[in-house]
T-cell receptor, first 116, second 112 residues
Framework: AQKITQTQPGMFVQEKEAVTLDCTYD???????LFWYKQPSSGEMIFLIY??????QNATEGRYSLNFQKARKSANLVISASQLGDSAMYFC?????????????FGKGTRLSVIA | DAGVIQSPRHEVTEMGQEVTLRCKPI?????LFWYRQTMMRGLELLIY????????DSGMPEDRFSAKMPNASFSTLKIQPSEPRDSAVYFC??????????FGDGTRLSIL
């Protein structure tokens, strides 16, 4: 079974509008971390936001927020006030276990296109 | 502050040649990860190190692949001999403890 599922291969959003990118995950661990990365057409992977499984508040970083619903095992990324520069691939990823760091497991990604 | 530095950015070589990819992690980071990205398989882990020691290399495709981390500021991923199916983007990432992994710009490898 896939550990990270991103069901939207591609999405369009109007500039200045908000958009939600879906991510569901599968784990039996109690301690895990959820991440979102942005990959523009230039190819680099840019870390956006992190949510720990024990964090009670939803994570926010500027225009990015993570809608964490633990019971539903979902970790959706919300981008507010979309900009043309937000057009990119977005990957949801999970790290299981602790302490220390462990490899990320990535979803297949969602391609976001922002329209002027 | 400098991020993760990978070299080369692009590599084109013929099948059978040895390929060496290089990575300089962020100073002070104690974890280093090598990932590979292909259209078919997406992003997948190859190997990762903690304090220069390999922890899990189960993602390394076969004996043609090897990785080393001789010190805290340098790692290599070597493919010998290379094959066309090794063509991919190879990413190096580093982190401090359980913190977020920060990726380099990647090496786009093409094996002809």
């Amino acid at each position: 079974a896939q550990k990270i599922t991103q069901t939207q291969p591609g999405m369009f959003v109007q500039e200045k509008e908000a958009v939600t990118l879906d991510c569901t995950y599968d784990t039996s661990d109690q301690s895990y971390g959820l991440f979102w990365y942005k990959q523009p057409s230039s190819g680099e992977m840019i870390f956006l936001i992190y949510q720990g499984s024990y964090d009670e508040q939803n994570a926010t970083e500027g225009r990015y927020s993570l809608n964490f619903q633990k019971a539903r095992k979902s970790a959706n990324l919300v981008i507010s006030a979309s900009q043309l520069g937000d057009s990119a691939m977005y990957f949801c990823a999970m790290r299981e276990g602790s302490p220390g760091n462990t490899p990320l497991v990535f979803g297949k990604g969602t391609r976001l296109s922002v329209i002027a | 502050d400098a991020g993760v530095i990978q070299s080369p950015r692009h590599e084109v070589t013929e099948m059978g040649q040895e390929v060496t990819l290089r990575c300089k992690p962020i100073s002070g980071h104690d974890y280093l990860f090598w990932y590979r990205q292909t259209m078919m398989r997406g992003l997948e882990l190859l190997i990762y190190f903690n304090n220069n020691v390999p922890i899990d290399d189960s993602g390394m495709p076969e004996d043609r692949f090897s990785a080393k981390m001789p010190n805290a500021s340098f790692s290599t991923l070597k493919i010998q001999p290379s094959e066309p199916r090794d063509s991919a983007v190879y990413f190096c990432a580093s982190s401090l403890g359980p913190g977020p992994q920060h990726f380099g710009d990647g090496t786009r490898l093409s094996i002809l």
